[in-house]
């Protein structure tokens, strides 16, 4: 109840407390441990890949292990659920587990993404409410999955999804892989009416389209490599920033080439980016899950169990990724102090 003077009156055993009414909000905040913070949408933002235990329940402690893995290596947000997280294999409660123990390990120093990939509009939208429920900052979304919707159809799903929350929203742009493409047309349309479509996650493998959507679009939504093999290049173009995929595995090397080009000191993130192709080009294969956790277990951040219907490489196929890893070990590149390069841009 309130008093007089417009404060809260509570009553507890017995004893009359008065606060402020702000104090109820930092009290709420403060009990659930929930830091909505803003998201960039620019920097490097890993994928992350979901850990499992023998008996296929989460890993935790090697999940722990490679968040502060991405957190050290100077990472701008972590993106949980996509397809390096085996998002088709997780239960909604899983998620959950996931979203709010990332948010705890975080500790408010990058935002926490979830990415929303439903078969109905409204299972999106109540995967939307449930994210920001969670914890989560903001949402990557793909179009509507297994139906091919027509460009109609998926301009009203991210509509009404975008309108349900007041989360920022990153469209998952991949015709390749999901043969449904979000035209600048879309874009313009959706942008038009929906004020928290913030960003894109460019993965038509068209490097000149980076450029359309900067003359088309300005500023107004900030562009995001999703290719790790396009990566140099679409950064060179113009892109804010990176959803990578081997970054799960060498966090490290992949920010210091982002900061390295964002810094003009492209002959560096050359070199790098030159060692580190043959591993990148794991990222682009149907077996990209049980490649980069391959690469996680030689990095010492995680394991190579998969959630079946996957099963871990074995065979020609497995030594040949090995051998690519490996290789890559050998050689790794020693890196320039990159953390300080980011101080001072």
């Known amino acids: 109840m309130y008093n007089n003077w417009g404060n809260i009156l509570i009553i507890v055993d017995n004893i009359d407390i008065t606060i402020k009414p702000e104090s109820v909000v930092f009290l709420y905040y403060n009990h659930f441990n929930k830091k909505v913070m803003q998201v960039q949408w620019e920097g490097v933002m890993p994928a992350v890949t979901t850990k499992f235990n023998e008996d296929d329940t989460l890993d935790l402690i090697m999940f722990r292990k490679n968040i502060k893995a991405q ?20 239960t909604d409660d899983e998620k959950r587990i996931l979203i709010q123990e990332t948010v705890n390990i975080v500790d408010g120093k990058v935002p926490v993404i979830i990415n929303i990939a439903e078969q109905s509009t409204k299972d999106a939208i109540l995967a939307a409410q449930r994210a ?12 509507p999955m297994r139906y091919k919707a027509t460009d109609r159809e998926t301009v009203v799903y991210f509509k009404e999804v975008a309108k349900s929350t007041d989360l920022p929203i ?42 359309r959507i900067r003359n088309r679009f300005g500023n107004r939504l900030k562009v995001l490599c999703g290719v790790d093999t396009l990566a140099l290049e679409s950064i060179l173009m113009g892109a804010d920033g990176w959803v990578a995929g081997l970054v799960c595995a060498f966090p490290a090397e992949t920010v210091a080439i982002h900061e390295l080009v964002k810094a003009g000191r492209v002959s560096e993130a050359i070199e790098i980016y030159r060692w580190f192709l043959p591993l990148l080009e794991l990222d682009i294969s149907p077996q990209l899950v049980q490649n980069i956790k391959l690469a996680e277990v030689g990095t010492g951040i995680g394991t190579e169990i998969v959630r079946a219907p996957r099963l871990p490489l074995h065979g020609v196929e497995r030594a040949r990724v090995l051998n690519i890893i490996e290789e890559g070990l050998r050689t790794r590149p020693l890196l320039p102090d990159y953390m300080a390069i980011s101080q001072t841009i």
Do not use: H, Q, W
């Not at 920001?132 to 179009?143: T, V």
């Not at 892989?177 to 009416?193: A, G, P, Q, R």
């Open 71 to 90: 957190l050290k290596a100077g990472v701008s947000g972590i993106i949980l659920g996509g397809t390096l997280g085996e998002a088709s294999t997780l």
């Open 170 to 211: 990153m469209i998952y742009n991949n015709p390749v892989d999901y043969k449904i493409e979000v035209t600048l047309d879309m874009f313009e349309e959706l942008l038009e009416e929906c004020d928290n479509i913030k960003a894109v996650k460019e993965s038509t493998r068209d490097i000149s389209n980076i450029t």
């Open 132 to 143: 920001k429920e969670y914890g989560a900052s903001g949402l990557m979304m793909l179009p």
